[in-house]
């Protein structure tokens, strides 16, 4: 059992949550890997430059699209490194547990909410 501690209260991930979670990562990774391939494929060949030039906002929204794959697949591998380190559930800013109901939404989680936010705006006012 994943055991996390907040103050007094502590915080349980249950072997079945870990295993449901452990298993959303995972369709996530299957997911984010066969959007990459397909990506991929579908990048324009020497033959298909004339397209490119007629349609460059489609080859920049594919361009867009594969670095978010991207970056979502670093993330979901990360969760199941930090699953199987039993690190997994742990802000990366703050160490105490990520909210379960949060870790649900979005299992790839490294933050909290609380610091999740703090990030945002701190990235936000360095703009």
């Given at each position: 059992?994943?055991?996390?501690?907040?103050?007094?209260?502590?915080?349980?991930?249950?072997?079945?949550?870990?295993?449901?979670?452990?298993?959303?990562?995972?369709?996530?990774?299957?997911?984010?890997?066969?959007?990459?391939?397909?990506?991929?494929?579908?990048?324009?060949?020497?033959?298909?430059?004339a397209l490119q030039r007629r349609a460059p906002s489609q080859?920049?929204?594919?361009?867009?699209?594969?670095?978010?794959?991207?970056?979502?697949?670093?993330?979901?591998?990360?969760?199941?490194?930090?699953?199987?380190?039993?690190?997994?559930?742990?802000?990366?800013?703050?160490?105490?547990?990520?909210?379960?109901d949060r870790l649900t939404v979005v299992p790839q989680a490294?933050?909290?909410?609380?610091?999740?936010?703090?990030?945002?705006?701190?990235?936000?006012?360095?703009?």
């Amino acid at each position: 059992m994943n055991h996390q501690t907040i103050g007094d209260r502590a915080m349980f991930l249950t072997p079945e949550e870990l295993g449901a979670l452990r298993a959303d990562l995972h369709e996530q990774l299957l997911f984010r890997r066969e959007q990459l391939r397909q990506l991929a494929s579908a990048a324009p060949s020497r033959a298909d430059d004339a397209l490119q030039r007629r349609a460059p906002s489609q080859v920049e929204v594919r361009v867009k699209l594969a670095a978010s794959a991207r970056m979502v697949l670093a993330d979901v591998e990360a969760a199941l490194r930090r699953m199987d380190e039993g690190r997994y559930g742990a802000c990366h800013r703050c160490r105490r547990p990520i909210d379960r109901d949060r870790l649900t939404v979005v299992p790839q989680a490294r933050y909290c909410a609380g610091c999740q936010h703090a990030c945002r705006r701190a990235s936000e006012a360095g703009r």
